[in-house]
């Protein structure tokens, strides 16, 4: 379509000059007492000569009263690009930890650069590694006030970053009372509410997470394994840190019945029960959670209480023997209760196969202990020894005592002093010849 325009223009163009040379024509101005007869063709070419000549004078005037306004946009847009290099350079330093030189960059032209919040809170950020806190609150004073009112997420920003370096600081409580405001402001921004979510349990505030949990679950501002991890771990903070049965009972009753229902919950409700002397509550709530769900905690609390009828209790843990035959868990639980019945060796039965398994060193201390109450003091050492084996880290090598060399005659006394140690029931003290010394 193009081309045929340019087509139409090319030949209308050679038609009108075929016309312009067979009859040019003339022009004719008079005034008295001039008279200018010229060619059609040479007069267009003098209007054409005069209208540059007009437009070139026009152009030199308005390019010399104009230049100074030039002159300064000029110059602004120059420091605007400096200002911008600078912030580039100087989160590059900030980045390589070189924070005095990063400061000065970001504020060497602050005053151009485009975006300043950035520059005032990286300089903030800065001042907090020197330990410069003065500083660093004057950059977050000027980046709030110099924030566009019409921008929340600016402000938001800043206050995030202040609250942040409040922390960083050891300024807990300062920076918890920053991100509760800003949830006022902003109750559903999700970086705010996970913050705020982990300075409440960071300071053990377990009431107040909990509620903001349940107001966050109506924002999505949480993935869902995340949100019941937080919720599960601010059930058991707060029955583990209530004073009284009262409070603890209250604590439970609020709780969501989805929390009520999780096996960790319980066991901290369980474990506030025996703090308060309130066992054989305990006892049944541990008995009807594991009819439905096996918990290794449970069990292991289980073995721990003091009920009035601990034979009761033996006879239901052997109930569960049927689908946990050998579980160290149950094993190291029936051991305690048979201890608590005066069953020893039907004791000393289940703690060893716990022992066998090697991955409870409750197991070897309860056996040890019930070696000690037998009499049984050689094999309450050997227990001892083997349970403290066990909790070492099999990743450390083992550390090996080096061979010592000593003189012909000293190891004659001591192998005397050796053999009259040991016919004597004594253990054999160690030699050390003068090169071990």
């Known amino acids: 379509m193009r081309f045929l325009v340019f087509l139409f223009l090319a030949l209308a163009a050679g038609i009108g000059l075929t016309l312009f040379a067979e009859n040019p024509g003339y022009v004719l101005l ?18 054409l000569v005069v209208f540059g000549f007009f437009y070139l004078l026009l152009r030199l005037l308005d390019n010399f009263i104009n230049t100074p306004s030039r002159m300064r946009r000029w110059k602004q847009q120059r420091n605007r690009q400096q200002a911008i290099d ?9 980045i390589c930890g070189h924070w005095s030189q990063a400061e000065k960059r970001l504020q060497r032209r602050l005053a151009h650069s485009p975006q300043r919040e950035i520059n005032l809170l990286l300089s903030a950020w800065a001042s907090q590694q020197q330990d410069e806190h003065a500083k660093r609150d004057e950059y977050i004073a000027t980046a709030r ?8 997420n600016t402000e938001l920003a800043v206050g995030l970053v202040q609250c942040t370096l409040q922390e960083q600081s050891g300024n807990t409580e300062q920076a918890l009372e920053i991100l509760q405001s800003l949830y006022q402001q902003a109750p559903a921004n999700p970086a705010i509410i996970n913050n705020l979510a982990r300075l409440l349990q960071n300071t053990g505030r377990w009431q107040e997470l909990l509620e903001l949990l349940a107001a966050a679950k109506r924002h999505h501002a949480m993935s869902e394994s995340a949100m019941a991890s937080r919720q599960a771990q601010a059930a058991c ?28 919950v319980i066991s901290s409700y369980c474990r ?10 305990a006892e049944t709530m541990i008995r009807n959670t594991l009819k439905n769900e096996w918990s290794a905690d449970l069990v292991e609390l289980y073995g721990q209480l003091e009920t009035d009828n601990p034979a009761a209790q033996l006879k239901q843990a052997e109930a569960w023997l049927a689908d946990h035959q050998t579980n160290t868990t149950l094993m190291l639980c ?9 069953l020893w060796g039907l004791a000393r039965s289940y703690l060893e196969v716990a022992v066998q398994n090697g991955d409870s060193n409750q197991a070897f201390l309860e056996l040890a202990r019930l070696f000690e109450s037998l009499g049984e003091d050689e094999s309450a050492l050997e227990t001892y020894r083997s349970g403290l084996q066990n909790s070492l880290d099999d990743r450390q090598p083992a550390f090996k005592i080096p061979a010592q060399q000593r003189p012909a005659r000293q190891a004659g006394k001591a192998e005397e002093s050796q053999a009259s140690g040991t016919q004597d029931g004594q253990l054999p003290s160690l030699a050390y010849s003068n090169e071990s010394k």
């Open 30 to 47: 008079t005034r008295e007492p001039w008279t200018l007869e010229t060619s059609l063709s040479l007069f267009f070419l003098g209007l």
């Open 86 to 94: 600078d912030t580039r350079l100087g989160i590059i330093d900030a």
């Open 145 to 152: 006030s110099s924030a566009d009112s019409k921008e929340e």
């Open 237 to 264: 903070g707060l029955l583990d840190s209530a004073g009284s049965f009262s409070e603890a009972e209250s604590s439970w009753k609020q709780l969501p019945r989805k929390l009520r229902q999780q096996t960790d």
């Open 272 to 281: 506030a029960l025996m703090r308060f002397e309130r066992h054989q509550d």
């Open 334 to 342: 029936m051991g305690r209760l048979a201890i608590k019945n005066q």
